[in-house]
């Protein structure tokens, strides 16, 4: 077991400045308005480094920096081939992928370094120049990660604004100097996003939030085997990353000849994740990531206990002791109800599970659709045929199958319905950040013949 040394205290491996800038045509820029926030660590619930608060000036001097170059990058991407048909004898259709141009990114809170890679990758790869803005929550491991890559490209290609969602966010989306606007965050953010982006026709993608139904299906306990096992351990992952995950498996639909069985091997499971100082190894939940999520959180358990779902385990704040009194640490809690009540039907980003039963195949995936939100879905079945036909009748755009939370690159991320618009990973990711030209030649040297 090790536990590491708290930034800023002896021995600690990361240090983090006392104050960061905006990162603007290669250079740390102070904010032009002057004005810093705090960031919070969830840890202890302290300050622990401040942050510039960026506005339209910020986003508007950014802008200016990224046009200048996404010239250069354009011509990185010569290894990308077009494409050409020859459409009748004498007419060829060429197809070339340029780049868009500046594009604009916000980043949420949850995953802020994961989430601004996935966003960064294929812009840069396609040509474009980014200014990317951080969750207010969470700037400070973007511009770490800015700090280390800065001397990698060109000034003014990578811009980062820091700040807040009316003040730095809405500017971004709004300006009529970028091409794109790449979102990740909440269903009702995303639905603004889209309005701005209409005002300039820009494409847009947005990834926005889930609700996503994780079921098991009987066959999972035909035997008492390590596949068994990894379906309990598929259950307790709706706690993983302190259910501050979009995909959280934040429904359990188990069916009804061993839901008794199962749930009561999935609460013993859960029971063992380890909960403490996120600086601690041996740690898997950790601590929510701010204040107003931990309240948010707590007020959904409290909604659960009012509408009649019943509380299997968990259902508090959790007081660590220590230096960690302060933190933000709920326990995984699991709740037993219906479909229809709020606790699963509304987004609540905690380590908080929904639990209910099915019949049979039709109620399953019945349940399961029953969400505004398509993003995530995981399937847990012995039978290759069941998990398959499962898979392609629930309506979200990633369905994991006998496995849960893996995000590899390969693999194209989104969401169906309420859940956004677009895919993030996989080379359908490049597809968002470049635009088609199409080049219609005529070899012949003969008129028409109209007029
Ligand atoms: P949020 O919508 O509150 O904020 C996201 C970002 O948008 C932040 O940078 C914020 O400053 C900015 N913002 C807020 N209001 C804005 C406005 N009016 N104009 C422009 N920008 C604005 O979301 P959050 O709470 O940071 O993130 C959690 C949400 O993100 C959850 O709903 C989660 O499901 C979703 N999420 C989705 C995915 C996915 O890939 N689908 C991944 C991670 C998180």
Redesign the pocket.
């Known amino acids: 077991m090790t536990v590491y040394a708290a930034p800023g205290t002896t021995g600690a491996l990361i240090e983090f400045k006392p104050r960061y800038e905006h990162f603007i045509g290669g250079e740390w820029v102070k904010p032009a308005e002057g004005a810093y926030f705090e960031n919070i660590s969830p840890v202890n619930g302290k300050p622990f480094t401040e942050v510039a608060r960026g506005t339209a000036a910020d986003i508007d001097a950014a802008s200016s920096a990224a046009c200048d170059h996404f010239r250069y990058f354009a011509s990185l991407i010569r290894a990308q081939e077009g494409s050409f048909t020859q459409l009748d004898e004498d007419t060829v259709a060429y197809h070339f992928q340029e780049p868009l141009g500046v594009v604009g990114q916000?980043?949420?809170?949850?995953?802020p370094l994961l989430?601004a890679v996935w966003k960064l990758a294929p812009a840069l790869a396609a040509g474009n120049a980014v200014v990317l803005?951080?969750?207010?929550q969470t700037p400070t491991s973007i511009l770490v990660l800015v700090e280390l890559i800065a001397d990698l490209l060109p000034a003014g290609v990578l811009n980062v604004v820091n700040g807040?969602?009316?003040e730095a966010?809405?500017p971004l989306?709004s300006s009529n100097r970028i091409r794109k606007i790449a979102?990740?965050?909440?269903?009702t953010?995303g639905r603004?996003?889209l309005q701005y982006a209409s005002n300039n026709i820009i494409p847009s993608t947005v990834?926005?939030?889930?609700k996503s139904p994780n079921i098991v299906f009987e066959s999972v306990a035909d035997r008492r085997d390590s596949f068994y096992d990894k379906a309990l351990e598929g259950f307790s992952l709706f706690a993983f990353n302190q259910g501050e995950v979009?995909t959280c498996p934040s429904r359990s639909l188990i069916q009804k000849s061993i839901y008794d069985t199962f749930l009561d091997d999935a609460i013993e499971r859960t029971k063992l994740a380890k909960q403490g100082n996120p600086l601690d190894t041996e740690t898997q939940v950790g601590a929510q990531a701010s204040n107003d999520q931990l309240e948010k959180i707590l007020s959904y358990i409290d909604i659960g206990k009012q509408e009649g779902a019943k509380l299997l385990l968990g259902g508090e704040r959790v007081d660590l002791g220590g230096d960690l009194s302060e933190g933000y640490y709920v326990a995984p809690t699991i709740f037993e109800g219906q479909n229809r009540m709020r606790l699963f039907q509304e987004?609540i980003?905690g380590p908080v599970v929904a639990v209910t039963s099915f019949r049979d195949y039709d109620d399953a995936i019945s349940i399961a659709n029953d969400t505004l939100y398509g993003?995530g879905a995981g399937v847990w079945s012995r039978n290759g045929n069941e998990a398959y036909r499962a898979g392609r009748d629930i309506q979200a755009g990633r369905v994991w199958v006998n496995n849960y939370h893996a995000y590899p690159a390969g693999a194209a991320?989104g969401?169906y319905k309420s859940?956004?618009i677009g895919r993030?990973n996989n080379k359908q990711a490049l597809d968002h950040y470049q635009q088609t030209k199409n080049l219609l030649v005529s070899y012949s040297e003969n008129p028409l013949g109209f007029f």
């Not at 916000?106 to 995953?111: G, R």
């Not at 803005?133 to 207010?136: D, R």
């Not at 979102?183 to 269903?187: A, C, H, L, P, Q």
């Not at 990834?207 to 889930?210: K, P, Q, R, T, V």
């Open positions: 916000i980043i949420p809170w949850n995953f989430m803005k951080p969750a207010e807040f969602g009316v966010g809405k989306a979102f990740t965050g909440e269903t953010t603004l996003i990834e926005l939030g889930g979009c987004e980003f993003l991320f969401g859940s956004g993030e």
